[in-house]
C-alpha cells in the first residue's frame, strides 16, 4: 500500500555520529520505535499521523552503531493497536529485543500469550490526545487487569499539565507503570516548581512507578545547541532528568526515541543523545542502573514470570 507522509514530516537522521560517551556493556535503548514499512505493515486507519518507514533493520543498525546491546521497541500510535510490526521486530531480534504493545478489550488471551511468547512485557495508554483518542478509564483498567497475570507493565505517556486529573487513575493501577518522558513537564517552569513537584511525589509516593528519562529533544526550549556556558545540548532538561535519576536510581529508563515521530524544529543526532546521557546520570553507578540494570529487571527477568504473578509482584516492590 502506498502512503504519503504528514505534510512537513521530518525523516530520522541517516547520519548519527559516533557517541563520545561509551555506554556500559549491556546497555539497552528502552524506548523506541519501528514505522512500518507501511507496505508490508499497513499504518493504521485511525493514526494521526503518516510517517515515513522505519524498518527492524534500520533500527538494529542504529543500536550496534551507538554501542547498545538491546532494545524496547514501544508500538507507535500510527500502528493503532495492530501489533504486527513490532511483533515482527521482537522476533528478528535474537532475544535482543522486548516490547510494549497497544491492545483494546477485544484482544483475546491467546493473542496475549502469542505476543508474550514475542517478547512484548507491557502494554501502552496514550493520553496525548494530538495522538489518540479517548478511551474511557474502565476499559484501560479492565486491560491492566488482564495483563497483570502475564507480569505485563503500564506505559502511560501523558503532558504534564493533564497529571492532576490523571494521578488517581494511574496511582490506583495494579501493575509497575512507566511513565514516557518523564510526563513531559514544561522545563520553562522551575524543576521544584508545583508541577514538577507532583509528578515526583507520585513516584516518591508509589514505589511501583517508573519514569524515562528520554526525550530532551522534545522537551528543550534551548535546543540541540550548547548555550553561553553550558557545555551541552538540550541543557534546560538536565535539572528535570538529573533529579529523577538521582532521586530514584532504581526506576529509572532511558531511550533514543528514534525514529522521533513528529519533531517540528530539528531532527536530533543519536550520537549527540548519547552524549546527553552522562550529564543526568554523572557517575558510573548511576549510569549502569539506568542504562542496564533497571531495563534488564524489568523487560529481562523471566524467572519471575515463570514463578507466576506473585513472584513478579514482589520483584516489583523490591527496588529502591
Ligand atoms: C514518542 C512520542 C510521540 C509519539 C508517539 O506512539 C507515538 O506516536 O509515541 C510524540 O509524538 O510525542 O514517544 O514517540
Known sequence: ?????????????????????????????????????????????????????????????????????????????????????????????????????????????????????????????????????????????????????????????????????????????????????MGRPDVSKPVDGPEFELFVKMMREHGNIWSKVSCPERLSLSGPKALNGEQNAYADVVPFAKRLVETFPDRVLWGTDWPHPNLKDHMPDDGLLVDFIPHIATTPELQQKLLVDNPTRLYWNDEALRDGPQHAVQARSSTD
Not at 23 to 40: E, K, M, N, S
Not at 100 to 121: I, Y
Open 1 to 181: 500500500m502506498e502512503f504519503t507522509k504528514t505534510p512537513g514530516w521530518l525523516d530520522w537522521y541517516a547520519g548519527p555520529s559516533q557517541p563520545r560517551f561509551n555506554l556500559p556493556a549491556g546497555a539497552v535503548d528502552a524506548h523506541c520505535h519501528v514505522f512500518g514499512p507501511g507496505d508490508q505493515f499497513p499504518y493504521a486507519p485511525e493514526r494521526k499521523y503518516t510517517p515515513c518507514d522505519a524498518s527492524k533493520e534500520q533500527l538494529f543498525a542504529l543500536r550496534d552503531h551507538l554501542g547498545f546491546d538491546k532494545n524496547v521497541i514501544v508500538q507507535a500510535t500510527c500502528h493503532g493497536s495492530d501489533n504486527r510490526a513490532l511483533v515482527d521486530a521482537l522476533k528478528a531480534s535474537n532475544n535482543k529485543a522486548r516490547g510494549v504493545a497497544t491492545v483494546n478489550r477485544q484482544v483475546t488471551d491467546a493473542e496475549l500469550q502469542a505476543m508474550h511468547a514475542a517478547g512484548v512485557r507491557g502494554t501502552r495508554f496514550n493520553f496525548v490526545k494530538r495522538l489518540a483518542d479517548f478511551t474511557p478509564r474502565e476499559v484501560l483498567l479492565e486491560i491492566a487487569n488482564r495483563i497483570a497475570p502475564l507480569g505485563w507493565h503500564v506505559v502511560v505517556y501523558f503532558e504534564a499539565q493533564d497529571l492532576p486529573e490523571l494521578y488517581d487513575f494511574f496511582t490506583a493501577l495494579p501493575t509497575t507503570v512507566v511513565v514516557d518522558h
